[in-house]
């Protein structure tokens, strides 16, 4: 058994410590939360679906990463979704016997991992897996074929089963957000502690001029949406607000719904595709505002944007409900839709935010917050 305080100060050298994510084909998110996790246990071994090492930071990518059989079969990094049905099988083969503490970062299948008699086993939870629960009905009716929406009722069966299951033989759950810890208390009938991703993008000077990124936008001001382009963000809203009142919007991001987004903007949007941290920076400091329509887990960038002490417009759910102070970081809005996203833009226009307390505010969500609560969180679950 893995003894109370061996974890004091940061001494994780005495038990084997394994962390398993889902896959590292990109750098997002919850990879982010990956890198502050190896950092904080500097000797562990990380396991992984599948793996492109050049997609990675260099720190992560030197990193001892194994991967399961996955990883062999044809266009595996590409396609990685396309084997979600094998994930189970990949994720109980691997060999975790060697391990007395398994830290697994999960939003799908990485839960499914098996510790030995006496390892403790701690997730780090960004959502009980979407498609099988909170966005199962989403994602069925967005297929269009009855032969598709027919598999996906009898296979998402199967992986909520296989969830469930595997989620009881989690010894403690950490989750993103306070949503995230209802949704399983809802799903998985567990309970755990919130302890929030962390937000490294710290500002720095000098930070670049974005002239070279929007260069018919020259000094006017802009409000900004900054993420991934798919359905569930909501970008829709932003634009069709923003032209509505006339108000420039720069959306930096690509994905599945750029081409359909793009087609119906105006010259009001202005879309960058392809861009940096110190890009992202330079558009967070210059911006007026920040505009997130969309429901996230927590949104990692909606406390990136305040630590430049910019006001964020977002949507009442999720992961903004801990981020944004209604009134006092930016305003919260019921609804997602372009009336209330209009009427939240005017609030936020009409009043006036105290730039150092938003700045403020944002440090809470930093690394350092994030290594020292992790460290608690284990220690008070050791014996």
């Not at 417009?313 to 992961?319: I, N, R, W």
Request: charged share 25%; hydrophobic share 40%; with cysteine.
């Amino acid at each position: 058994m893995i003894k109370r305080g061996t974890y004091l100060g940061g001494a994780v050298n005495a038990v084997k410590v394994a962390i398993v994510h889902e896959w590292l084909v990109n750098f997002r998110g919850s990879e982010k939360v990956l890198l502050e996790l190896s950092r904080i246990f500097p000797d562990a071994t990380i396991y992984v679906s599948v793996l492109d090492r050049s997609q990675l930071p260099e720190e992560l990518a030197a990193r001892e990463i194994r991967t399961t059989f996955l990883q062999h079969l044809p266009f595996s990094i590409p396609r990685y979704q396309a084997y979600l049905l094998l994930m189970p099988l990949a994720y109980s083969l691997l060999d975790m016997k060697e391990y007395d503490l398994i830290i697994t970062s999960s939003h799908a299948c990485a839960n499914g991992v098996r510790a030995r008699r006496g390892a403790l086993h701690i997730s780090y939870c960004y959502t009980p897996m979407r498609y099988a629960w909170s966005g199962y009905q989403e994602y069925y009716e967005s297929l269009r074929s009855p032969i598709a929406k027919a598999a996906m009722t009898v296979l998402m069966a199967f992986m909520r089963f296989w969830d469930y299951h595997n989620s009881q033989k989690v010894d403690h759950y950490i989750a993103c957000s306070r949503a995230v810890a209802e949704r399983i208390e809802k799903y998985y009938g567990r309970s755990s502690v919130v302890i929030y991703p962390p937000v490294g993008l710290i500002p720095t000077e000098p930070i670049g001029s974005i002239k070279s990124l929007l260069p018919d936008l020259q000094r006017e001001p802009y409000y900004l949406s900054l993420g991934r382009l798919v359905p569930y963000k909501r970008v829709d809203l932003a634009i069709k607000a923003c032209e509505r009142m006339q108000r420039h919007l720069v959306v930096a991001g690509n994905g599945p719904e750029l081409e359909r987004l793009q087609a119906e903007s105006s010259p009001w949007i202005h879309f960058i595709t392809a861009f940096s941290d110190e890009d992202a920076k330079a558009l967070y400091k210059h911006c007026s505002g920040f505009i997130f329509p969309g429901e996230e887990d927590f949104g990692l960038t909606v406390v990136e944007v305040q630590r430049y002490g910019k006001p964020v417009v977002a949507y009442a759910k999720g992961g903004a409900e801990d981020t944004v102070i209604h009134g006092k970081t930016g305003i919260l809005f019921q609804e997602q839709s372009v009336d209330a996203l209009v009427d939240a833009l005017i609030e936020l226009e009409q009043s006036a935010y105290d730039v150092e307390f938003i700045r403020d505010h944002s440090t809470q969500f930093s690394p350092e917050m994030f290594h020292a609560e992790i460290r608690d969180a284990i220690n008070m679950r050791v014996e």
